[in-house]
């Protein structure tokens, strides 16, 4: 890895002609080397969905063993801990050999799901999830391991591709945990997963080129506890904030105490010799304006992946239109469009930055979205409109991707790769848990009735319109912002002209 080269600079990098990068000054390798490197990276990055979204069908068939439990925390464990971890995973490859990293995420990972699927005790359980979550650290190492050892000219592709993994446990994963729960039970699921970790993890780690420790630079512990349990707690609220109602003890406590956390980690930051987030990263307009955008883009993604099955699983009511009925596996074919354009549109939204630049691809993204939102709103009675509007947002998914992680890349000196993206992704799942709650908000507020049979609940049309023009809205004020941003207007350089800034 590079070493540092002095403080960061406020000003947006400069769109003049890109520096070498450090694979480039030592001399390339085979283009097949960093494509496989490229591939074996997104595998591992597809565990970052997997391990949310192949559980969700697997829940209902885990309540006779675990009775009387709270089963969403198995989902909420994972989240909550993933977004504490990100920022902490990105400085660590900042500051470490990206391979040892990489390994005891993979060995953590194994070993919770392991846990998992031996265990009869909840809490047992809870533990397995919490180490499982080691893994949702992947996108900023990714980021690390495609800006050090990537020429530039294929970085802006490669980061394109963190879509691909995404898309690609959005479509297979779901059909993956359906037939394996269904024939060999819920445990056989989190064997997948250890047997996974254990072919794919050994083969990144050989690949991956040997970087060394930056000198002089040291982990602020008492940083990355404030910032990682900021983080969980201001989640915890958001997450749990419906459940509990949204003025209660533990929401209040939960919320002012992240945000009381967060506000000590500036102060603490603000004295510390090597910060886990330097502030002048902080202080600096293209980074700002890149983790803002990227939060407001996960508004009308989460109106889909979060309001769309609950519109098409609720039972079918005689003269509602908008209800359809549907099973678990319906609703995942009826998505598939939404992860097969994401994965394509992934690298090909990376080649696109290179050639019109990541803020264009950006504003494309962000306009995409908010159309399949507002068609979403206008145009959701029949599967064929609901399948047509997917494409259309799956296509905003893919380049949402390869838009954001290029702004990101051209926004910060190489050195702090991995904790920008860790930053960024973590106040995505800030983005996410607001988004959700508010969906949540907006469907409790306008119920039909209960089915009496299904005690599943049934929301007025407008409920689900109301919802996909609010994701719609934030789409849209990212655009704006989008519109005025200063950096990105250049091909993409794959981090080379933050580079040359530094220097």
């Known amino acids: 890895m590079s070493e540092p080269r002095g403080p960061i600079a406020a000003a947006d990098p400069p769109d003049g002609p890109p520096a070498k990068t450090k694979s480039e000054a030592e001399g390339e390798r085979s283009t097949g080397f960093y494509l496989f490197l490229i591939v074996g990276m997104v595998l591992f990055l597809e565990l970052n969905a997997m391990v949310i979204q192949m559980v969700v069908p697997a829940l209902h068939f885990m309540g006779p063993t675990f009775r009387g439990a709270d089963l969403s925390w198995v989902l909420t464990a994972v989240t909550l801990v993933g977004a504490a971890l990100q920022p902490l995973g990105g400085k660590l490859a900042d500051m470490f050999d990206v391979r040892h990293i990489v390994a005891v995420v993979g060995v953590t990972f194994v070993l919770g799901s392991v846990l998992c699927a031996l265990t009869e005790s909840f809490a047992v359980l809870l533990c397995g999830r919490v180490l499982q979550s080691s893994v949702m650290v992947a996108p900023p190492l990714a980021y690390r391991v495609y800006r050090d050892l990537i020429p530039a000219r294929l970085v802006p592709v490669a980061l394109g591709s963190v879509g691909t993994g995404f898309g690609v446990a959005g479509v297979i994963g779901p059909v993956?945990?359906?037939?394996?729960?269904d024939n060999l039970g819920y445990r056989s699921l989190f064997w997948f997963f250890a047997c996974y970790g254990v072919v794919i993890v050994p083969i990144i780690v050989a690949a991956l080129p040997k970087s060394t420790r930056l000198p002089g630079r040291r982990l602020d512990v008492l940083g990355a506890l404030l910032l990682s349990g900021g983080v969980a707690a201001?989640?915890?609220?958001?997450?749990?904030?419906?459940?509990?109602?949204?003025?209660?003890?533990?929401?209040?406590v939960s919320v002012l105490g992240g945000l009381a956390l967060l506000l000590l980690f500036l102060r603490v930051e603000s004295r510390a010799p090597d910060p886990v987030i330097p502030l002048q990263l902080l202080a600096r307009p293209a980074f700002l304006t890149t983790v803002l955008v990227g939060v407001l883009g996960m508004f009308p993604l989460m109106t889909y992946s979060f309001g769309l099955p609950q519109l098409l699983e609720a039972p079918k009511v005689a003269g509602l239109a908008h209800t359809f009925g549907l099973t678990a596996l319906a609703v995942g074919l009826v998505q598939i469009p939404y992860g097969v354009f994401g994965m394509v549109f992934g690298p090909l939204g990376g080649a696109l930055t290179r050639r019109i630049g990541p803020r264009k691809v950006m504003i494309a993204s962000l306009c995409l979205l908010s159309l399949g939102a507002l068609l979403l709103g206008f145009f959701h009675h029949d599967l064929w409109q609901i399948i047509l509007w997917s494409a259309v947002v799956g296509t905003g998914f893919g380049l949402f991707w390869a838009g954001q992680a290029n702004l990101m890349v051209e926004a910060v000196p190489p050195d702090h790769t991995g904790v920008s993206g860790g930053t960024q992704t973590a106040a995505q799942a800030v983005g996410t848990s607001i988004a959700i709650a508010l969906i949540g908000t907006v469907l409790a507020q306008h119920v039909l009735r209960v089915d009496a049979s299904t005690h599943a609940t049934i929301y007025s049309d407008g409920?689900?319109?109301?919802?996909?023009?609010?994701?719609?809205?934030?789409?849209?004020?990212?655009?704006?912002?989008?519109?005025?941003?200063?950096h990105g207007r250049a091909p993409a350089s794959g981090g080379s002209r933050a580079a040359a800034l530094d220097e």
């Open 176 to 181: 993956i945990a359906g037939a394996l729960v």
């Open 234 to 252: 201001l989640l915890l609220g958001l997450s749990e904030g419906a459940t509990w109602g949204w003025l209660s003890t533990g929401t209040v």
């Open 463 to 486: 409920a689900f319109a109301t919802v996909f023009f609010l994701g719609a809205a934030a789409g849209l004020v990212g655009v704006i912002l989008t519109l005025v941003m200063r």
